[in-house]
């Protein structure tokens, strides 16, 4: 679907719509081997670590474009109203704080969670977040920030009344996508994008930030599922021993 057929199907709302557009990518999202290894009892505590130590120096990201929206958004609107309660309940600290927990509960207590620690198909993801909350509309802010969102629906209502296998940090992060302020949250993103859905060009700049999102969303489960490569070394010395914490000789 282009574009332009999105444009001429004015009686659906807009979220409908750009599901469509984007059904082939919702499907790689939904089903990615991550997903389903993890419901099937096939994950292994690797790929498992390799998503949460580099979904956690994320989620300042997040909240950071959340906040930009709110200074963009509608003075006292539904938007606004349920950003500033999320981010009371999910401050930064706490949401990393229990990352930090599921990765030395599988044995990892030396792990980076700073932004230099972010792998490349994160850190495009988190600039893609960023550049839309300072350049975009509070339309293109709610439809980049969706699919991200989504995972109230794509992890916490998937796994719900499934026994996942494995240590408990598996089921303990599939929990923790069931809660009612984040299921808010992706329902205020959708409010908001078919509030925001009134001309060609709003429409088409909301379904360039929604796509895109879904894109570096499935790209993130591709990098912790096949194990694709940090940055490579640098060649500098001082760089690289302040990028990896060591400091100078």
Known sequence: MSATDIDAQDATPFTDRCREATAAGWR??????????LEHGRMTVERFLAFQVDD?????????????GLTKSPSGSAWSRTTA???????????????????????????????????????????????????GDIGEIAAALYPCAMFTRVVGQ?????DIQGPAAFRDWA????????????????????????TPERREKMLFAYARSLQHQIRVFDAAYHGHPGWPASGWAAADATLTGGGAA
């Open 28 to 37: 790689a999202y939904e089903d990615h081997p991550w997903l389903t290894d």
């Open 56 to 68: 956690a120096p994320f989620i300042p990201y997040i909240h950071r474009t959340l906040a930009l």
């Open 85 to 135: 309660n999320l981010l009371s309940e999910y401050f930064v600290t706490a949401e990393t704080d229990f990352k930090r927990s599921l990765v030395e509960s599988l044995g990892q207590h030396t792990v980076r969670f700073d932004a230099g620690a972010l792998t490349p198909a994160r850190e495009a993801y988190a600039n893609h977040m960023l550049t839309t909350g300072l350049a």
């Open 158 to 162: 998937r796994f719900q009344g499934v």
């Open 175 to 198: 929990g923790y996508y069931a809660n009612k302020a984040g299921s808010a949250m992706a329902e205020a993103h959708a409010a908001q994008m078919n509030a925001c859905a009134t």
